[in-house]
């Protein structure tokens, strides 16, 4: 007899993850195929959810995330 497979829910454990990893900011573009992931996000309250227009956007707000939390060490 074939054995069942459990349904992959990728962006539930993507969120997990994020989550068991403490990240407190998450950016995006706007994609149709990460639409579930995003929305969990977006109802966490813990998360900063920025959408970006470019991915290059997304460079200067990791940055700027990681100076941040490197000033606060200091």
Same mark, same amino acid.
């Given at each position: ?10 962006? %539930?454990? !993507?969120?997990?993850?994020? #989550? ?5 900011? @998450? &950016? ?7 639409? %579930?992931? !995003?929305?969990?996000?977006? #109802? ?5 959810? @920025? &959408? ?23």
């Amino acid at each position: 007899m074939p054995r069942m497979r459990t349904p992959i829910d990728w962006p %539930r454990d !993507i969120h997990k993850m994020l #989550r068991v990893n403490a990240v407190r900011q @998450v &950016s995006y573009v706007p994609d149709a195929g990460h639409k %579930r992931l !995003i929305e969990l996000c977006h #109802r966490d309250k813990k998360l900063t959810v @920025v &959408s970006l227009t470019t991915e290059e956007e997304g460079i200067a707000l990791a940055a700027g995330a990681w100076l941040g939390a490197s000033a606060r060490r200091c």
